[in-house]
């Protein structure tokens, strides 16, 4: 069954690195979405991604965040300049037929 | 806007007790709502959708859920609990727009606990 993969499963930086977490969508899905998970809190949407634009965003996704989908198949999410706080498990999803599926997430740790 | 409430963020139940979580929805169009389940140290994976069909939909693992209206309600049910079955559950609300796509508000979660 097609899946979601998101590369790397965690990831530790330091704070003021760039990091760039990297997810695979199902191949005939059209909508790819991040959405982040602070540890003890609930899923966040961040951003979602359609025709190589972004189509909507929330307020938690700054400058210091980018997308990008660099190829056919690859969809990334590139923090600039980390922070303590961007601490967090990241999940990449793609839909179709506004059903969501999602990876099983990158834990990003920023010391 | 829409919004999930989620009443009671850890639910326990005895094994092969019925399993109710339950969820609130709030929504300016006719919502697209789901529930997913993420075990420990995994994604999310999808349990079940309503989206616009019949308003008692099935999922996997022998969950089901309800839509109704007039309550607002999207609850999850299971007639009898597995230890397997121990996960946090989420649900979530999405607003279909022109586009197509889906943004999802998630509820803040269910930790369902099974006991012997």
């Known amino acids: 069954e097609p899946e979601v993969t998101q590369t790397p499963s965690h990831q530790v930086t330091q704070m003021g690195q760039e990091v760039i977490l990297r997810c695979v969508p199902i191949?005939?899905?059209?909508?790819f979405y991040w959405y982040r998970q602070i540890l003890g809190q609930k899923v966040e949407f961040l951003v979602s991604f359609y025709n190589n634009e972004i189509s909507e965003k929330s307020e938690i996704f700054d400058d210091q965040f980018s997308v990008e989908r660099p190829d056919g198949s690859n969809f990334t999410l590139k923090i600039r300049s980390t922070k303590l706080e961007d601490s967090a498990m990241y999940f990449c999803?793609?839909?179709?037929?506004?059903?969501?599926?999602f990876g099983q997430g990158t834990r990003l740790t920023v010391v | 806007a829409q919004s999930v409430t989620q009443l009671g963020s850890h639910v326990s139940v005895s094994e092969g007790a019925l399993v109710l979580l339950r969820c609130n929805y709030s929504s300016s169009v006719p919502p697209y709502l789901f529930w997913y389940v993420q075990y420990p140290n995994q994604g999310l994976q999808l349990l079940l959708k309503y989206t616009s069909a019949a308003t008692l939909v099935k999922g996997i693992n022998g969950f089901e859920a309800e839509f109704k209206k007039s309550e607002t309600s999207f609850h999850l049910t299971k007639p009898s609990a597995h230890m397997s079955d121990a996960a946090e559950y989420f649900c979530a609300v999405s607003e279909p727009h022109s586009g197509g796509g889906n943004k999802l508000t998630f509820g803040t979660g269910t930790q369902l606990k099974v006991e012997l």
């Open positions: 191949s005939n899905h059209l909508y």
């Open positions: 999803a793609s839909s179709i037929d506004r059903v969501a599926f």
